[in-house]
């Protein structure tokens, strides 16, 4: 019967019996039959099976903030007895497009050669994944935290910086004050296309200042953001920790250090649950310790030049 609920957890889930075949590397036929075991057992119809979706019952969902819980109790507890009390299982994570390249997954062989039993799943995206629909253990957010019924660990905040290309600077002038920017372009970044930019951000007195800019290009994810700005197509806001390289390389160049946004917040995000896994704490623990190295380097180095939001 735990296999079954296990496979429960995940159609609810991800509300869909093939995703949830695709995430447990088992056949659709061997999840639909585990389910149908399922309500015949506890006679209760758990899931509505329609052609486009599938959603819980009230039964469904009664039955699923009982089990979650019950079932990370249950590995914990065999985790207990286990050689060395290696993890095992596996681990979903969902991480900024940028920080999974750059930093996260060159490094994940640190903590994997320590639990060598233990998978993880890596999504890389700048869209705002759902953490519970989607059955992520943990997201790493960059930015504001608005997601109501999700605990977030606080890590730090990353400086930002105002860049530009040399080809831009050269073909639009440098800009030096704030009025200059009516000369110029700004490369918009949006999460979703079709949203409003907020234009050109700054700190002034502990307060935001959004400043329209016009601008030639819109973007949803952070790759193509600093690729356009290397294009010359404007002047971008960005993490001063992702841009490091280009900058040691000449391919951007900073701009008005004296007026750049707020840092931004990383944060982990996580499910309330009455019993956090093991293998879900530990790796929150070394990832927290990951960022939170990355981030003192970036205030480090704005610190010395002389980047700061006021």
């Given at each position: 019967m735990l296999e079954s609920l296990r496979t429960f957890v995940r159609v609810y889930e991800l509300a869909s019996f093939t995703a949830a075949a695709d995430s447990l590397g088992l056949p659709r036929s061997t999840v639909s039959e585990q389910i149908r075991?399922?309500?015949q057992r506890l006679g209760a119809r758990l899931l509505q099976r329609t052609t486009r979706k599938v959603q819980p019952t009230q039964d469904g969902t009664l039955l699923y903030e009982r089990c979650r819980d019950m079932l990370d109790q249950i590995e914990e507890l065999e985790g207990l007895f286990r050689e060395g009390k290696a993890l095992k299982g596996r681990l979903r994570i969902d991480l900024p497009v940028a920080l999974a390249r750059n930093l996260v997954v060159p490094r994940l062989g640190e903590f994997l050669n320590q639990h060598p039993d233990l998978e993880i799943e890596v999504s890389a995206t700048d869209r705002r994944v759902d953490l519970?629909?989607?059955g992520f253990d943990c997201v790493l957010r960059i930015g504001e935290v608005m997601d109501a019924g999700l605990v977030a660990r606080r890590i730090g905040r990353?400086?930002?910086v105002n860049c530009a290309s040399p080809a831009y600077l050269s073909q639009y002038g440098t800009p030096r004050t704030?009025?200059?920017l009516a000369h110029h372009y700004l490369v918009h970044y949006v999460p979703v296309l079709g949203a409003r930019s907020t234009g050109f951000e700054y700190e002034q007195n502990g307060k935001t200042i959004c400043l329209p800019m016009r601008g030639r290009v819109t973007v949803n994810n952070s790759d193509s953001y600093k690729e356009a700005c290397i294009g010359g197509f404007g002047?971008?806001?960005?993490?001063?920790?992702?841009?490091c390289e280009s900058l040691d390389r000449g391919e951007l160049q900073l701009v008005l250090p004296e007026h750049v946004p707020a840092p931004m917040s990383a944060s982990l995000l996580y499910a309330h649950r009455r019993h956090l896994p093991r293998r879900v704490r530990l790796f929150m623990d070394w990832l927290a310790a990951v960022i939170g190295q990355d981030i003192t380097t970036a205030t480090a180095l704005a610190q010395r030049l002389q980047i700061q939001a006021s």
């Amino acid at each position: 019967m735990l296999e079954s609920l296990r496979t429960f957890v995940r159609v609810y889930e991800l509300a869909s019996f093939t995703a949830a075949a695709d995430s447990l590397g088992l056949p659709r036929s061997t999840v639909s039959e585990q389910i149908r075991a399922l309500e015949q057992r506890l006679g209760a119809r758990l899931l509505q099976r329609t052609t486009r979706k599938v959603q819980p019952t009230q039964d469904g969902t009664l039955l699923y903030e009982r089990c979650r819980d019950m079932l990370d109790q249950i590995e914990e507890l065999e985790g207990l007895f286990r050689e060395g009390k290696a993890l095992k299982g596996r681990l979903r994570i969902d991480l900024p497009v940028a920080l999974a390249r750059n930093l996260v997954v060159p490094r994940l062989g640190e903590f994997l050669n320590q639990h060598p039993d233990l998978e993880i799943e890596v999504s890389a995206t700048d869209r705002r994944v759902d953490l519970v629909r989607e059955g992520f253990d943990c997201v790493l957010r960059i930015g504001e935290v608005m997601d109501a019924g999700l605990v977030a660990r606080r890590i730090g905040r990353y400086p930002l910086v105002n860049c530009a290309s040399p080809a831009y600077l050269s073909q639009y002038g440098t800009p030096r004050t704030l009025d200059d920017l009516a000369h110029h372009y700004l490369v918009h970044y949006v999460p979703v296309l079709g949203a409003r930019s907020t234009g050109f951000e700054y700190e002034q007195n502990g307060k935001t200042i959004c400043l329209p800019m016009r601008g030639r290009v819109t973007v949803n994810n952070s790759d193509s953001y600093k690729e356009a700005c290397i294009g010359g197509f404007g002047l971008i806001q960005v993490p001063l920790a992702g841009v490091c390289e280009s900058l040691d390389r000449g391919e951007l160049q900073l701009v008005l250090p004296e007026h750049v946004p707020a840092p931004m917040s990383a944060s982990l995000l996580y499910a309330h649950r009455r019993h956090l896994p093991r293998r879900v704490r530990l790796f929150m623990d070394w990832l927290a310790a990951v960022i939170g190295q990355d981030i003192t380097t970036a205030t480090a180095l704005a610190q010395r030049l002389q980047i700061q939001a006021s």
